[in-house]
Protein backbone atom coordinates (compact mmCIF):
# COMPACT_ATOMS: atom_id res chain seq x y z
CA UNK A 1 0.00 0.00 0.00
CA UNK A 2 1.07 3.80 -0.62
CA UNK A 3 0.39 6.65 2.13
CA UNK A 4 0.61 9.59 -0.76
CA UNK A 5 0.56 13.19 0.73
CA UNK A 6 -0.73 15.28 -2.53
CA UNK A 7 -0.80 18.83 -3.16
CA UNK A 8 -2.81 20.73 -5.81
CA UNK A 9 -1.59 24.37 -5.90
CA UNK A 10 -3.04 27.03 -8.32
CA UNK A 11 -1.17 30.11 -7.56
CA UNK A 12 -4.61 31.20 -4.90
CA UNK A 13 -5.70 27.90 -3.35
CA UNK A 14 -3.68 24.96 -1.64
CA UNK A 15 -5.39 21.70 -1.36
CA UNK A 16 -4.18 19.02 0.50
CA UNK A 17 -4.73 15.14 0.32
CA UNK A 18 -3.23 12.31 1.78
CA UNK A 19 -4.29 9.09 -0.06
CA UNK A 20 -3.89 5.44 0.33
CA UNK A 21 -3.42 2.99 -2.87
CA UNK A 22 -3.10 -0.37 -2.80
CA UNK A 23 -3.99 -2.00 -6.57
CA UNK A 24 -7.28 -0.44 -8.01
CA UNK A 25 -8.38 0.60 -4.49
CA UNK A 26 -7.95 3.78 -3.40
CA UNK A 27 -8.74 5.05 -0.22
CA UNK A 28 -9.13 8.96 1.27
CA UNK A 29 -7.46 9.59 4.72
CA UNK A 30 -7.61 13.04 4.95
CA UNK A 31 -8.34 16.27 2.72
CA UNK A 32 -8.11 20.29 3.33
CA UNK A 33 -8.29 23.29 1.57
CA UNK A 34 -7.07 26.57 2.64
CA UNK A 35 -5.51 29.99 0.97
CA UNK A 36 -1.87 29.89 0.22
CA UNK A 37 -1.34 32.23 3.28
CA UNK A 38 -2.15 29.14 5.38
CA UNK A 39 -0.01 26.65 3.67
CA UNK A 40 3.33 27.09 6.53
CA UNK A 41 0.50 26.42 9.07
CA UNK A 42 -0.50 23.39 7.67
CA UNK A 43 3.10 22.09 6.98
CA UNK A 44 3.98 23.00 10.48
CA UNK A 45 1.44 19.85 11.61
CA UNK A 46 2.86 18.08 9.09
CA UNK A 47 4.03 14.38 9.79
CA UNK A 48 4.96 13.03 6.49
CA UNK A 49 8.85 13.62 4.93
CA UNK A 50 7.97 13.51 1.27
CA UNK A 51 5.00 14.31 -0.68
CA UNK A 52 4.40 15.05 -4.89
CA UNK A 53 3.14 18.38 -6.11
CA UNK A 54 0.17 19.06 -8.76
CA UNK A 55 0.20 23.06 -10.42
CA UNK A 56 -1.98 24.52 -12.30
CA UNK A 57 -0.27 27.83 -13.33
CA UNK A 58 -2.42 30.90 -14.74
CA UNK A 59 0.16 31.22 -17.32
CA UNK A 60 1.52 28.65 -19.86
CA UNK A 61 2.37 27.68 -23.26
CA UNK A 62 1.13 24.67 -24.97
CA UNK A 63 3.17 24.13 -28.92
CA UNK A 64 3.40 21.77 -31.69
CA UNK A 65 6.70 20.53 -32.78
CA UNK A 66 7.01 18.52 -35.30
CA UNK A 67 10.86 16.36 -35.86
CA UNK A 68 11.94 13.50 -37.81
CA UNK A 69 11.83 10.01 -36.24
CA UNK A 70 15.87 9.43 -36.64
CA UNK A 71 16.27 12.03 -34.22
CA UNK A 72 14.04 10.71 -31.31
CA UNK A 73 16.91 9.84 -28.58
CA UNK A 74 18.16 14.10 -29.07
CA UNK A 75 13.68 15.23 -28.48
CA UNK A 76 14.52 16.47 -25.10
CA UNK A 77 17.01 18.81 -26.55
CA UNK A 78 15.05 19.22 -29.17
CA UNK A 79 12.06 20.36 -28.26
CA UNK A 80 13.47 22.25 -25.82
CA UNK A 81 15.33 24.51 -28.63
CA UNK A 82 11.78 24.74 -30.58
CA UNK A 83 10.10 26.36 -27.37
CA UNK A 84 12.96 29.08 -26.77
CA UNK A 85 12.90 29.68 -30.70
CA UNK A 86 9.24 30.43 -30.16
CA UNK A 87 9.00 31.99 -26.68
CA UNK A 88 12.30 34.12 -26.47
CA UNK A 89 11.00 35.41 -23.30
CA UNK A 90 10.99 32.10 -21.43
CA UNK A 91 14.41 31.63 -19.83
CA UNK A 92 14.05 29.30 -16.84
CA UNK A 93 10.99 26.67 -17.55
CA UNK A 94 10.41 23.10 -17.32
CA UNK A 95 8.56 20.96 -19.86
CA UNK A 96 6.90 17.94 -20.72
CA UNK A 97 6.08 16.91 -24.38
CA UNK A 98 4.43 13.44 -26.09
CA UNK A 99 4.10 12.19 -29.08
CA UNK A 100 0.79 12.47 -30.81
CA UNK A 101 0.69 11.23 -34.23
CA UNK A 102 2.49 11.49 -37.53
CA UNK A 103 2.35 14.00 -40.31
CA UNK A 104 4.10 14.10 -43.75
CA UNK A 105 5.84 17.27 -44.54
CA UNK A 106 7.34 17.75 -48.00
CA UNK A 107 6.56 13.91 -48.50
CA UNK A 108 8.86 13.23 -45.25
CA UNK A 109 7.31 11.52 -42.40
CA UNK A 110 7.86 13.66 -39.02
CA UNK A 111 6.56 13.05 -35.71
CA UNK A 112 3.85 15.19 -34.58
CA UNK A 113 4.91 16.11 -31.18
CA UNK A 114 2.60 18.16 -28.43
CA UNK A 115 4.57 20.80 -25.99
CA UNK A 116 3.56 21.87 -22.82
CA UNK A 117 6.12 24.51 -20.98
CA UNK A 118 5.98 25.99 -17.39
CA UNK A 119 7.70 28.67 -15.92
CA UNK A 120 9.85 28.08 -13.04
CA UNK A 121 9.21 31.14 -10.90
CA UNK A 122 5.89 30.13 -10.35
CA UNK A 123 6.48 27.21 -8.60
CA UNK A 124 9.78 28.63 -6.78
CA UNK A 125 8.02 30.26 -3.24
CA UNK A 126 6.18 27.14 -3.01
CA UNK A 127 8.95 24.55 -3.25
CA UNK A 128 11.13 26.72 -0.88
CA UNK A 129 8.36 26.83 1.83
CA UNK A 130 8.18 23.02 1.84
CA UNK A 131 11.78 22.71 1.63
CA UNK A 132 11.79 24.71 4.56
CA UNK A 133 10.12 22.16 6.85
CA UNK A 134 12.41 19.85 5.38
CA UNK A 135 9.86 17.79 3.36
CA UNK A 136 11.08 16.37 -0.11
CA UNK A 137 9.44 16.90 -3.07
CA UNK A 138 9.33 13.80 -5.28
CA UNK A 139 7.67 14.61 -8.64
CA UNK A 140 5.41 17.73 -9.72
CA UNK A 141 2.90 17.45 -12.36
CA UNK A 142 0.76 19.88 -14.36
CA UNK A 143 -3.20 19.17 -13.23
CA UNK A 144 -3.95 18.29 -17.48
CA UNK A 145 -1.25 15.20 -17.33
CA UNK A 146 -2.52 13.78 -14.46
CA UNK A 147 -6.27 13.99 -14.88
CA UNK A 148 -5.95 12.72 -18.47
CA UNK A 149 -4.40 9.76 -17.15
CA UNK A 150 -6.79 9.22 -14.80
CA UNK A 151 -9.78 10.56 -17.55
CA UNK A 152 -8.46 8.01 -20.31
CA UNK A 153 -9.36 4.38 -18.08
CA UNK A 154 -13.03 5.76 -19.42
CA UNK A 155 -12.38 4.66 -22.70
CA UNK A 156 -10.92 1.25 -22.11
CA UNK A 157 -12.17 -0.08 -25.61
CA UNK A 158 -10.92 2.54 -27.66
CA UNK A 159 -8.47 5.27 -25.68
CA UNK A 160 -6.40 6.11 -28.82
CA UNK A 161 -9.87 7.67 -30.30
CA UNK A 162 -9.53 12.19 -30.37
CA UNK A 163 -11.81 13.21 -27.70
CA UNK A 164 -12.32 16.12 -25.41
CA UNK A 165 -12.46 15.60 -21.66
CA UNK A 166 -14.39 18.40 -19.48
CA UNK A 167 -12.48 18.33 -15.71
CA UNK A 168 -14.24 20.64 -13.31
CA UNK A 169 -11.38 22.67 -10.80
CA UNK A 170 -12.02 25.40 -8.51
CA UNK A 171 -13.09 28.25 -10.21
CA UNK A 172 -12.78 26.60 -13.72
CA UNK A 173 -13.17 23.89 -16.04
CA UNK A 174 -10.64 22.00 -17.91
CA UNK A 175 -10.80 20.97 -21.90
CA UNK A 176 -8.16 18.24 -22.55
CA UNK A 177 -7.92 17.20 -26.04
CA UNK A 178 -6.39 13.71 -26.59
CA UNK A 179 -5.35 12.00 -29.33
CA UNK A 180 -3.75 8.40 -29.05
CA UNK A 181 -4.11 8.81 -25.86
CA UNK A 182 -1.84 11.47 -25.19
CA UNK A 183 -2.44 14.99 -24.10
CA UNK A 184 -2.53 17.65 -27.46
CA UNK A 185 -4.38 20.76 -26.29
CA UNK A 186 -5.64 22.19 -22.97
CA UNK A 187 -8.47 25.13 -23.05
CA UNK A 188 -9.62 26.86 -19.42
CA UNK A 189 -12.42 27.72 -19.23
CA UNK A 190 -13.42 30.22 -16.32
CA UNK A 191 -16.66 28.47 -14.51
CA UNK A 192 -17.87 28.75 -10.61
CA UNK A 193 -20.08 25.58 -11.16
CA UNK A 194 -19.87 21.96 -11.67
CA UNK A 195 -22.55 21.25 -14.00
CA UNK A 196 -22.84 22.05 -17.92
CA UNK A 197 -23.83 25.30 -18.56
CA UNK A 198 -24.62 26.70 -22.08
CA UNK A 199 -21.50 29.26 -21.94
CA UNK A 200 -19.82 25.68 -21.54
CA UNK A 201 -21.53 23.99 -24.47
CA UNK A 202 -20.09 27.00 -27.04
CA UNK A 203 -16.95 27.01 -25.18
CA UNK A 204 -16.92 23.20 -26.19
CA UNK A 205 -18.43 23.48 -30.05
CA UNK A 206 -15.75 26.28 -30.37
CA UNK A 207 -13.05 23.79 -28.99
CA UNK A 208 -14.10 20.71 -31.43
CA UNK A 209 -14.09 23.24 -34.41
CA UNK A 210 -10.37 24.50 -33.61
CA UNK A 211 -9.09 21.21 -33.51
CA UNK A 212 -10.65 20.13 -36.91
CA UNK A 213 -9.04 23.68 -38.16
CA UNK A 214 -5.99 23.77 -36.21
CA UNK A 215 -4.73 20.21 -34.51
CA UNK A 216 -6.45 18.68 -38.13
CA UNK A 217 -8.40 16.00 -36.18
CA UNK A 218 -12.25 15.84 -35.32
CA UNK A 219 -13.02 14.20 -31.45
CA UNK A 220 -15.33 11.50 -31.40
CA UNK A 221 -17.24 12.49 -27.90
CA UNK A 222 -16.99 14.93 -25.44
CA UNK A 223 -16.96 13.35 -21.85
CA UNK A 224 -17.31 14.86 -18.51
CA UNK A 225 -15.09 12.74 -15.61
CA UNK A 226 -15.96 14.41 -12.64
CA UNK A 227 -19.46 14.41 -11.26
CA UNK A 228 -21.61 11.89 -10.81
CA UNK A 229 -23.13 10.26 -14.05
CA UNK A 230 -26.45 11.25 -15.50
CA UNK A 231 -28.07 13.27 -18.21
CA UNK A 232 -27.36 16.68 -19.10
CA UNK A 233 -30.09 18.88 -20.10
CA UNK A 234 -28.14 20.66 -22.27
CA UNK A 235 -25.76 17.47 -23.58
CA UNK A 236 -28.15 18.03 -26.79
CA UNK A 237 -26.77 21.66 -27.57
CA UNK A 238 -23.08 20.29 -27.91
CA UNK A 239 -22.07 19.38 -31.15
CA UNK A 240 -20.51 15.70 -30.93
CA UNK A 241 -21.92 13.17 -28.35
CA UNK A 242 -21.59 13.98 -25.26
CA UNK A 243 -21.70 11.60 -21.52
CA UNK A 244 -20.68 11.99 -18.28
CA UNK A 245 -18.90 9.37 -16.44
CA UNK A 246 -16.61 8.79 -13.30
CA UNK A 247 -13.44 7.31 -14.06
CA UNK A 248 -13.49 3.30 -12.49
CA UNK A 249 -11.17 3.70 -9.36
CA UNK A 250 -13.27 6.65 -8.33
CA UNK A 251 -16.75 4.63 -8.34
CA UNK A 252 -16.30 4.22 -4.11
CA UNK A 253 -15.67 7.79 -3.19
CA UNK A 254 -18.16 9.94 -1.96
CA UNK A 255 -19.16 12.62 -5.08
CA UNK A 256 -18.02 15.63 -3.23
CA UNK A 257 -14.06 14.67 -3.06
CA UNK A 258 -14.45 13.88 -6.67
CA UNK A 259 -16.05 17.26 -7.38
CA UNK A 260 -13.88 19.12 -5.12
CA UNK A 261 -10.57 17.05 -5.06
CA UNK A 262 -9.78 15.36 -8.45
CA UNK A 263 -6.99 17.02 -9.58
CA UNK A 264 -4.65 16.64 -6.15
CA UNK A 265 -6.48 12.73 -6.10
CA UNK A 266 -5.18 12.15 -9.85
CA UNK A 267 -1.78 12.73 -9.46
CA UNK A 268 -1.48 10.71 -6.23
CA UNK A 269 -3.05 7.77 -8.83
CA UNK A 270 -0.42 9.18 -11.93
CA UNK A 271 2.63 9.05 -9.19
CA UNK A 272 2.18 5.16 -8.62
CA UNK A 273 1.04 4.15 -12.09
CA UNK A 274 3.59 6.43 -13.67
CA UNK A 275 5.71 8.73 -12.05
CA UNK A 276 8.04 9.38 -14.72
CA UNK A 277 5.24 11.06 -17.18
CA UNK A 278 5.21 14.27 -17.18
CA UNK A 279 6.93 15.33 -14.51
CA UNK A 280 7.92 18.96 -14.70
CA UNK A 281 9.79 19.55 -11.25
CA UNK A 282 12.59 22.35 -12.13
CA UNK A 283 15.74 21.05 -13.09
CA UNK A 284 17.91 23.23 -10.01
CA UNK A 285 15.34 22.11 -7.68
CA UNK A 286 15.97 18.03 -8.76
CA UNK A 287 20.00 18.73 -9.19
CA UNK A 288 19.26 19.72 -5.01
CA UNK A 289 17.13 16.74 -4.20
CA UNK A 290 20.00 14.60 -6.17
CA UNK A 291 22.90 16.26 -4.05
CA UNK A 292 20.72 15.84 -0.98
CA UNK A 293 20.48 11.67 -1.91
CA UNK A 294 24.16 12.09 -2.18
CA UNK A 295 24.90 13.50 0.87
CA UNK A 296 22.17 11.48 2.69
CA UNK A 297 24.23 8.71 1.73
CA UNK A 298 27.39 9.45 1.70
CA UNK A 299 26.94 10.43 5.50
CA UNK A 300 25.62 7.12 6.27
CA UNK A 301 28.90 5.49 4.60
CA UNK A 302 30.97 8.31 6.66
CA UNK A 303 29.02 7.37 10.00
CA UNK A 304 29.50 3.59 9.29
CA UNK A 305 33.07 4.04 8.86
CA UNK A 306 33.78 6.01 11.73
CA UNK A 307 31.60 3.63 13.78
CA UNK A 308 33.84 1.17 12.56
CA UNK A 309 36.98 2.92 13.34
CA UNK A 310 35.96 3.93 16.60
CA UNK A 311 35.46 0.11 17.19
CA UNK A 312 38.72 -0.59 15.91
CA UNK A 313 40.62 2.10 18.54
CA UNK A 314 38.55 0.68 21.05
CA UNK A 315 40.24 -2.19 20.47
CA UNK A 316 43.49 -1.51 20.07
CA UNK A 317 43.29 0.94 22.97
CA UNK A 318 42.32 -2.02 25.37
CA UNK A 319 45.43 -4.23 23.66
CA UNK A 320 48.09 -1.41 24.71
CA UNK A 321 46.11 -1.39 27.94
CA UNK A 322 46.59 -5.05 28.75
CA UNK A 323 50.68 -4.52 27.51
CA UNK A 324 50.93 -1.73 29.52
CA UNK A 325 49.50 -3.55 32.70
CA UNK A 326 51.51 -7.11 31.56
CA UNK A 327 54.75 -4.19 31.59
CA UNK A 328 53.98 -3.20 34.82
CA UNK A 329 53.60 -6.72 36.39
CA UNK A 330 56.88 -7.77 34.94
CA UNK A 331 59.16 -4.39 36.10
CA UNK A 332 57.39 -5.36 39.58
CA UNK A 333 58.86 -9.19 39.25
CA UNK A 334 62.25 -7.58 38.22
CA UNK A 335 62.30 -5.25 40.64
CA UNK A 336 62.57 -8.16 43.52
CA UNK A 337 64.64 -10.18 41.42
CA UNK A 338 67.51 -7.51 41.79
CA UNK A 339 69.83 -9.75 43.91
CA UNK A 340 70.06 -12.56 41.37
CA UNK A 341 70.80 -10.05 38.63
CA UNK A 342 73.71 -8.94 40.54
CA UNK A 343 74.64 -12.94 40.82
CA UNK A 344 74.23 -12.91 37.34
CA UNK A 345 76.37 -9.99 36.41
CA UNK A 346 79.29 -11.24 38.62
CA UNK A 347 79.57 -14.57 36.83
CA UNK A 348 79.35 -13.00 33.58
CA UNK A 349 82.27 -10.79 34.47
CA UNK A 350 83.69 -13.79 35.27
CA UNK A 351 83.17 -15.74 32.12
CA UNK A 352 84.38 -12.95 29.85
CA UNK A 353 87.70 -13.44 31.86
CA UNK A 354 88.57 -17.00 31.77
CA UNK A 355 87.52 -16.77 28.34
CA UNK A 356 90.57 -15.91 26.69
CA UNK A 357 92.58 -18.68 28.40
CA UNK A 358 89.84 -21.19 27.69
CA UNK A 359 90.11 -20.37 24.00
CA UNK A 360 93.66 -21.17 24.00
CA UNK A 361 93.41 -24.09 25.26
CA UNK A 362 90.62 -25.57 23.27
CA UNK A 363 92.54 -24.02 20.20
CA UNK A 364 95.56 -26.10 21.11
CA UNK A 365 93.49 -28.99 22.02
CA UNK A 366 91.86 -29.16 18.83
CA UNK A 367 95.41 -28.99 16.98
CA UNK A 368 96.49 -32.83 15.68
CA UNK A 369 99.09 -34.19 17.59
CA UNK A 370 101.86 -36.84 16.48
CA UNK A 371 102.72 -37.50 19.41
CA UNK A 372 98.35 -38.60 20.69
CA UNK A 373 98.09 -40.43 17.09
CA UNK A 374 101.15 -42.17 17.86
CA UNK A 375 100.15 -43.21 21.86
CA UNK A 376 96.98 -44.34 20.60
CA UNK A 377 98.56 -47.17 17.74
CA UNK A 378 98.55 -49.70 20.71
CA UNK A 379 99.28 -53.43 19.00
CA UNK A 380 99.48 -56.41 20.85
CA UNK A 381 102.89 -58.47 20.69
CA UNK A 382 102.68 -61.09 18.66
CA UNK A 383 105.68 -63.40 16.97
CA UNK A 384 103.93 -63.16 14.00
CA UNK A 385 105.14 -59.25 12.61
CA UNK A 386 107.37 -57.09 13.64
CA UNK A 387 106.96 -53.02 12.87
CA UNK A 388 109.94 -51.71 11.61
CA UNK A 389 109.20 -48.01 11.04
CA UNK A 390 106.23 -45.55 11.02
CA UNK A 391 106.15 -42.50 9.38
CA UNK A 392 103.18 -39.45 10.38
CA UNK A 393 102.87 -36.66 8.43
CA UNK A 394 99.91 -33.86 9.07
CA UNK A 395 97.65 -33.35 5.85
CA UNK A 396 93.77 -31.24 6.26
CA UNK A 397 93.44 -31.71 9.55
CA UNK A 398 94.23 -35.13 9.49
CA UNK A 399 97.38 -37.51 10.41
CA UNK A 400 98.61 -39.44 7.38
CA UNK A 401 100.31 -42.68 9.33
CA UNK A 402 102.68 -44.62 7.21
CA UNK A 403 103.52 -48.55 9.34
CA UNK A 404 106.15 -50.53 7.83
CA UNK A 405 107.37 -53.83 8.98
CA UNK A 406 107.72 -57.93 7.90
CA UNK A 407 105.51 -60.94 8.62
CA UNK A 408 107.46 -63.72 10.37
CA UNK A 409 105.78 -66.47 9.88
CA UNK A 410 106.29 -69.59 7.07
CA UNK A 411 104.37 -70.21 3.92
CA UNK A 412 102.16 -67.96 1.86
CA UNK A 413 98.98 -69.08 3.28
CA UNK A 414 99.98 -68.31 7.11
CA UNK A 415 102.11 -64.94 5.88
CA UNK A 416 98.68 -63.63 4.24
CA UNK A 417 96.69 -64.93 6.93
CA UNK A 418 99.03 -62.67 9.45
CA UNK A 419 99.11 -59.67 7.23
CA UNK A 420 95.36 -59.27 6.84
CA UNK A 421 94.90 -60.22 10.97
CA UNK A 422 97.25 -56.94 11.32
CA UNK A 423 95.18 -54.95 9.41
CA UNK A 424 92.29 -55.90 11.21
CA UNK A 425 93.80 -54.90 14.42
CA UNK A 426 94.62 -51.24 13.14
CA UNK A 427 91.47 -50.67 11.66
CA UNK A 428 89.60 -51.39 15.16
CA UNK A 429 91.78 -49.10 16.62
CA UNK A 430 89.81 -45.68 17.46
CA UNK A 431 90.15 -42.38 15.41
CA UNK A 432 92.16 -44.53 12.92
CA UNK A 433 90.59 -45.78 9.69
CA UNK A 434 92.62 -47.53 7.07
CA UNK A 435 93.61 -45.72 3.58
CA UNK A 436 95.67 -48.55 2.10
CA UNK A 437 97.67 -51.82 2.53
CA UNK A 438 100.05 -54.22 0.71
CA UNK A 439 102.39 -56.74 1.64
CA UNK A 440 105.33 -58.41 -1.01
CA UNK A 441 104.44 -62.60 -0.17
CA UNK A 442 108.38 -63.24 -1.41
CA UNK A 443 109.78 -60.97 0.54
CA UNK A 444 107.05 -61.07 3.54
CA UNK A 445 107.34 -57.15 4.04
CA UNK A 446 104.37 -54.88 4.07
CA UNK A 447 102.86 -51.27 4.35
CA UNK A 448 99.79 -50.22 5.36
CA UNK A 449 98.25 -46.43 5.50
CA UNK A 450 96.13 -44.88 7.50
CA UNK A 451 94.22 -41.94 8.70
CA UNK A 452 94.04 -40.82 12.65
CA UNK A 453 91.41 -37.92 13.04
CA UNK A 454 91.87 -37.25 16.64
CA UNK A 455 92.18 -34.35 18.47
CA UNK A 456 92.62 -34.72 22.20
CA UNK A 457 90.30 -33.56 24.84
CA UNK A 458 88.97 -30.19 24.88
CA UNK A 459 88.77 -27.90 27.90
CA UNK A 460 84.61 -26.73 28.52
Known amino acids: MNNILSFYFDGLIVQAVKVSISGNSVAINDVSTFPLHDFEDYLSLCREKSCIVCCNPPHFYQDIVHLPPAAGRLYG ?139 RMRPTEVVMINQPERADELSHLVSVPYRSVLPPRLDNMPPRIIQDYLAPVAAAMHSVDSPGMGNIMPSDYAAFTMHKKVFAVTTIVLSLFILLLTGYLVKETMTISALKSKIGRMRTELSGSAGEIVTFRKLDAETNRLKQPLDLINKQNSTLNPATALAALILPESGDYTIEGIIIKSESNVLNVQIYGAITVSGYRNTQASFEKLVALIAKIPEYTISSSKIDIKSKSFGIQARYNGGGPKSR
Open 77 to 215: KLVRAEVQKTHPDLTSFSIFFRIVGESMIETRPYNKIAVFSYPDDFLSDFISEINRFRITITHIYAAPCSILRLALSTCALDPNQPRIFIATLLGEKLLLISENSELEFIRKIPSLDSDLLPEDTNNINMTVDYCFQSL
